[in-house]
Every structure is written in structure tokens, then in C-alpha cells.
């Protein structure tokens, strides 16, 4: 233990410097704010991660942002436990027809108003996955999708950006 | 009953291929003998699947190093269930049943499994009975398939007395997306692709097993830098899972100072992963001739200050882990896996080890380079909570190990080679993934293209001990015995 004490003391911070929002990112935000007349959530978000289907990469790098390199705690994004908690539901995987039902559920229970993110290429498009007859189909057709933060995974950095950008964007 | 048939009877000194599984065609007889071989404990079940007309069965003797696969030709798909000799297949033939409509006869529970009567076109139930549990002061707690945390969905069903767990049933399916239907009639470079993605924490693992299932199909030769190379992903792949899982499952016992040690020591190696081979958790790295990238002078560098890094990172844990018996309250004597158990399930990886099963498929089928490599098997005998942790940041020091000899073999060469004439054929595989043995099984067309893979995740036969290894234990001593397994979802799913 005293070797953790002295490295904390000795070797400084692990957190890194706020990436701010990802341009891309705040423009799809700010597209969906005039589209969908959504009134931003203020300065801090509780999410409520649901996996519906992925093959756990995603879910890998999710867990990451709370390491202490990423912390996004410190941003104001918390990852809670119960959807009725939860201003965002952050969604990976390209939502298994076992999964669907589950998946609704847990956005109904949010209260408004609410955000959907679509996390890794599955949410997208349904990725490699996707024709699978165990497949329903990309989330957006299932969900009304805020931000979609592409790749497979997406790497923390490039999540961090997307959901700063559900913070900063104007409105 | 049947009278248990051997594997190395069976085999009767049949070569085996050059991915070192025996092909035996069997009938009805010896289809049984076999079955009720595994459950007198002659030899394991490894897989069992269903191959266009044909039901497919797995199996290894690790004592003798023989393995087979035994195939049935069953008329109208009806044939004798292999789980009412021997329980551990009993999901396996329920899932090959709802996904090929295969009918095992005599199959001890006729409930589906992964089909939830939700997919187009079928009629099947929704609803879904649980096993009865009957007692004074009995009740039930359902959990997911949502969990409160972020992990895979599946639903798992408490029965208690007070806080006492009685009975656990486990519901899985929720991420299953017909990988297998997808890798029927793809070519291999999306099979790689799909393959790397059965289960994303053991993506090296399952590159690795198809490639090398489909190179032996066709004969095809891997040059010795990319043998390597793929080792060298494993490891560190095997080495990111250990440490961070160690972390969160101390997290489990709320020791954040090791949590958050650990998650920065899993961070460390991604990172590198990153810098090394240009994607965080290497995948599609690994594909059939071969490996997509190379380690550079400087990254041979990188990676072994990376190794060192993460050596004193394990030492202190361990060392902080035996100063606190307040952590060890929580681990020690916690979800105990039995012998007899582990034997029968031929559970792989940290919770065999952990239980007294001396298996590694690096070690009993060597594979790659790992039959040349000095490296220690680890187990111990408690079969706990605190034994599967032990087993793991053991097997982080043999990593290490193993890492530095096979930098040291590096020599200059080739990462890939040209395939040869596709032809038709078929392959196997197993390859030791951090959580266990995953079985990649590969049937190639005249086409060159995949006619039909099978995967067996190491979790198959870890997720049942599980259920067993959680009796008698509390409610909320459930997600650190859930932790200290770390079954895959969508592997199991698929």
C-alpha cells in the first residue's frame, strides 16, 4: 500500500486534461436539438448503460471511462444503475430481437427529458452483425438515437468527446 | 445404462490430423458408449454441435493428450442426448435444438434456451417456467437480463431463505445474434472478422483458434515471426483481463485503492496494445497466413518495460491483498466450486485451476510456440473466490515470463503468407484464452468459402458451476463470486 501512496504523491495525476467535445459530435447533438426541439440537460448526466447485444468490446471501454486516466466523474457524467435515474441511455450492440423488449423497457422507464446514445459500429449500423435473422435492426430504427459515437470499439477518448458534446452543445 | 466407451479405445490408434483431432465416424452404439465415457470421467466433453445432417461431439483425454471428433449421421435429426448420460451437455443440446432443430432423445430438460419466442417467424413461448424450488420461507429474486452495472445482460434467478441462496438459475440467450448463421457462406476474411467478435474481451483468443483451425483445413503455413507475434497478443490480451479483473473484483469487496491500481495497469497495457498493433484490444489482428502487424525494434522495447511495469504492479497487489484480512473475509471460503464438479464440466481456465484441474491448453495441447516455452501451471485447491484470484495473478508473473522469451525469439521474417489453393476441408482448434479453453471448429467448401464454424466459449462450462458455486453463499456475495468467474455472455450466446 505504501508503494500506491508514494506513487500518487511522486509520479502526479493519471487523469488526462479534458479532450472537449468532438466536433462531429456537436454537430450531430445540435442536429438532433433542432430536430427533435430537446432542451439540453445541464452541466451534469447520469447514464444508464444497456448492452443489447454486443459482443463486449464496447462494454470494455465503457468500463474505462471511469478508470482513473478518463474519470469522467469529474465531467459530471456518472453511470447509475437504474434507468429511472438516468438522463441517457447509452446503448451498445445491434440489439438482438431477445434483447428488444428489455431494451424498450428500460427507455420507458426514463423520465423525459431523455437522450439515446448509440455507442460502437453495432449501434450504428449493426456492424458485423448485421442480416443476422437474430438481429431486429440498427437502433435508430427502435430508438430515437441523440449521438451516435462510432467504432469497434470506440475508444474512451473518442466516448469522452461524444458525450462532452451532450453537455456543451448551445440550446 | 450404457457401458462407458473410452476415447482411446475409440480412436484404436486412428491417426490424428494435423490439427491433432482424431476424425471418428460412429453410429448409434458407440455414439452413447462415448457419452456415458464422459460421464465416468474416461475423457471430457470439449464441444458438441450440429454440422449439416450430422451431430458433432468433441473430446479429449488430457492424461493420454488424445482428441477426437466423433460424428453421428442421425435419421430425421433424432439421436441419442449425450446429457442424459452426461449433464454438461444438457445447454448445448437445448441450444443446438432451438437453433437446428435437432431432437436429442431422452433430453433430461425440454426447455429452449437460447430461442426466447421472440424471433420472426417462430412460434415458440415467450414465457419460460423456472425450475421449482419448494421449502418453508422460500422466496424468489429475479435479476436482469439488465444488471446494475455495465456487463452483459442475462437473467439470473434467486431463490432464497433470508439472505441464503437455496437455488440460482441461470437465463442466458439475451445476445445471441446468429454468429454461427452469419459465418455460413463467408468468406475468411469476414470469418476473421466475425470470429474476432464472438466475444470481444478474448478477440486475440478467437482470431487465433479460427485462424488456426482454418490453416489446418487447407494446409497453410504460418511463418515463425507471426507464430509469435499472435503469442505475444494473447499474453498481453490474458494479462489486461487479469489485472483489471482482479481490480474489480477487490472493487466488489470496496478495496478501491487496488481497483483503481489495477484499472491503471489495464489501461497501461491497452495503451500499448494501442501504440504496438493499432487497436486497444487487438482486433483483427490475427487472421488466417498470419498477423496483420508487426512489432517494430522500439516496440519490443515498449512492451517489455510494459511487462516490467505491470510485474511490480502484481507483486504490490499481492503483497497489499495479504495485509488486509478484511478483503480476504469476502474471498476466502466464498463460492466454492467443488472437484467433483469441475472434473465432470471439464471447466477450463482460473476456475478449474482454481478448483485443482491442471488443464491449459498451452500446456496439455500445446499450440503456436507455447510446447518450447518455459512457463509454470498454477492451481490451487480451495476452489474460492480468493483460490481463482490467486490463480490469476499467478498466471500474470508466468505471462511475464512467458512474454520476455518470446521477444527474445523474435528474429527478423515474415508476419504473413499467401494462402494456398482453397480447397474443401476442415480444421480444429483450442487455444487458451484468459478465461479458458475456447473450441473453434471450422468446415471449408470447394468454394474456399465457410460452409460451417462452430464455437465453443470457455464460459459453456463455467456458467453452470456457478449456479452451483453460489449455494449456500448470501445474495450479496453474488456479484463477487459473478466476478470471480467473468463468464462471457455473448460468447456463450452467440
Not at chain 2, 419448494?134 to 436482469?144: F, I, T, Y
Not at chain 2, 488466417?288 to 516496440?299: A, K, R
Request: contains cysteine; charged residues 20%; proline residues 6%.
Amino acid at each position: 500500500m505504501r508503494t500506491f501512496l508514494r506513487d500518487a504523491i511522486l509520479k502526479g495525476m493519471a487523469t488526462i486534461p479534458s479532450p472537449g467535445p468532438g466536433p462531429s459530435a456537436l454537430e450531430e447533438v445540435a442536429r438532433a436539438l433542432g430536430e427533435r426541439a430537446r432542451r439540453r440537460l445541464g452541466r451534469s448526466l447520469s447514464i444508464r448503460e444497456v448492452d443489447a447485444g454486443s459482443c463486449n468490446g464496447c462494454e470494455l471501454e465503457i468500463h474505462a471511462l471511469s478508470n482513473p486516466v478518463y474519470d469522467v466523474e469529474r465531467f459530471g457524467l456518472k453511470f447509475v444503475a437504474s434507468p429511472r435515474h438516468a438522463d441517457v441511455l447509452l446503448v451498445t450492440g445491434p440489439v438482438t430481437w431477445n434483447m428488444r423488449e428489455a431494451l424498450l423497457r428500460a427507455y420507458d422507464a426514463m423520465p423525459a427529458p431523455k437522450w439515446v446514445v448509440g455507442v460502437g459500429d453495432c449501434a450504428a449500423d449493426c456492424g458485423v452483425f448485421a442480416g443476422s435473422p437474430a438481429v431486429v435492426g440498427p437502433l435508430s430504427g427502435i430508438l430515437p438515437v441523440d449521438l451516435h459515437v462510432r467504432g469497434c470499439p470506440p475508444p474512451p477518448l473518442d466516448l469522452v468527446k461524444g458525450l462532452l458534446a451532450l453537455i456543451e452543445a448551445p440550446g | 445404462m450404457t457401458a462407458p466407451l473410452s476415447l482411446a479405445a475409440a480412436i484404436a490408434g486412428q491417426a490424428a490430423g494435423p490439427d491433432g483431432y482424431a476424425r471418428l465416424e460412429v453410429g448409434e452404439a458407440a455414439w452413447e458408449a462415448l457419452a456415458a465415457g464422459c460421464a465416468a470421467g474416461l475423457h471430457d466433453l470439449s464441444a458438441l454441435w450440429a454440422d449439416e445432417g450430422l451431430i458433432r461431439m468433441a473430446l479429449s483425454d488430457s492424461e493420454r493428450a488424445l482428441r477426437a471428433i466423433a460424428s453421428l449421421r442421425p435419421e430425421g435429426g433424432v439421436y441419442p442426448s449425450v446429457a442424459r448420460h452426461h449433464a454438461p451437455a444438457l445447454r448445448l443440446e437445448r441450444a443446438m435444438r432451438d437453433l437446428y432443430g435437432m431432437r436429442p432423445e431422452g433430453l433430461p430438460d425440454p426447455r429452449p434456451w437460447l430461442d426466447h419466442g421472440r424471433w420472426p417467424g417462430r412460434l415458440n413461448d415467450a414465457r419460460y417456467e423456472f425450475l421449482p424450488a419448494d421449502g418453508e420461507g422460500l422466496h424468489q429474486v429475479a435479476v436482469g437480463p439488465i444488471h446494475a452495472s455495465i456487463i452483459e445482460p442475462g437473467h439470473f434467478r434467486f431463490t432464497a431463505n433470508g439472505e441464503t441462496v437455496v437455488r440460482l438459475e441461470q437465463r442466458l440467450g439475451y445476445v445471441h445474434k446468429g454468429i454461427e448463421v452469419l459465418l455460413a457462406g463467408a468468406d475468411l476474411e469476414r470469418g476473421a472478422r466475425l470470429a474476432g467478435r464472438i466475444s470481444g474481451d478474448s478477440t486475440v483468443a478467437y482470431g487465433w483458434a479460427f485462424a488456426s483451425a482454418v490453416e489446418a483445413a487447407l494446409g497453410w503455413r504460418v511463418p515463425p515471426r507471426a507464430v509469435l507475434l499472435r503469442a505475444i497478443m494473447a499474453e498481453l490480451e490474458r494479462m489486461a483481463h487479469h489485472i483489471g479483473d482482479v481490480g474489480a473484483i477487490c472493487n466488489d469487496a470496496s478495496v478501491i485503492a487496488i481497483h483503481a491500481q489495477c484499472a491503471l495497469a489495464r489501461e497501461d497495457v491497452l495503451a500499448i496494445a494501442q501504440a504496438c498493433f493499432g487497436h486497444r484490444l487487438m482486433m483483427d489482428r490475427i487472421v488466417p497466413g498470419g498477423v496483420t502487424d508487426d512489432l517494430s525494434p522500439e516496440g519490443i522495447g515498449t512492451v517489455r518495460n510494459l511487462v516490467g511495469r505491470l510485474d511490480a504492479t502484481r507483486a504490490e497487489i499481492r503483497r497489499v491483498y495479504d495485509s488486509m484480512p478484511s478483503l480476504q473475509d469476502r474471498t476466502v471460503t466464498t463460492g466454492i466450486t467443488r472437484p467433483e464438479l469441475v472434473r465432470q464440466y471439464a471447466a477450463g481456465g482460473f476456475v478449474g485451476r482454481a478448483a485443482g484441474r491442471a488443464f491449459d491448453a498451452r500446456k496439455t495441447f500445446a499450440y503456436g510456440p507455447y510446447g518450447i516455452l518455459d512457463f509454470a501451471l498454477s492451481t490451487r485447491t480451495a476452489g474460492d473466490v480468493d483460490a481463482r484470484l490467486m490463480v490469476r495473478l499467478d498466471e500474470i508473473e508466468e505471462s511475464v515470463r512467458l512474454m520476455s522469451q518470446l521477444l527474445d525469439r523474435l528474429t527478423p521474417g515474415a508476419i504473413c503468407s499467401e494462402p494456398p489453393a482453397l480447397v474443401a476441408g476442415e480444421g480444429a482448434a483450442l487455444v487458451e484464452a484468459f478465461r479458458g479453453d475456447v473450441f473453434v471448429s471450422v468446415r471449408l467448401g470447394s468454394d474456399g468459402r465457410l460452409a460451417r464454424v462452430h464455437a465453443r466459449d470457455a464460459s459453456s462450462f463455467q456458467w453452470p458451476l456457478l449456479e452451483a458455486a453460489i449455494e449456500g453463499n448470501i445474495i450479496a456475495d453474488f456479484p463477487i463470486c459473478n466476478k470471480s468467474f467473468n463468464c462471457s455472455y455473448s460468447g456463450h450466446d452467440l
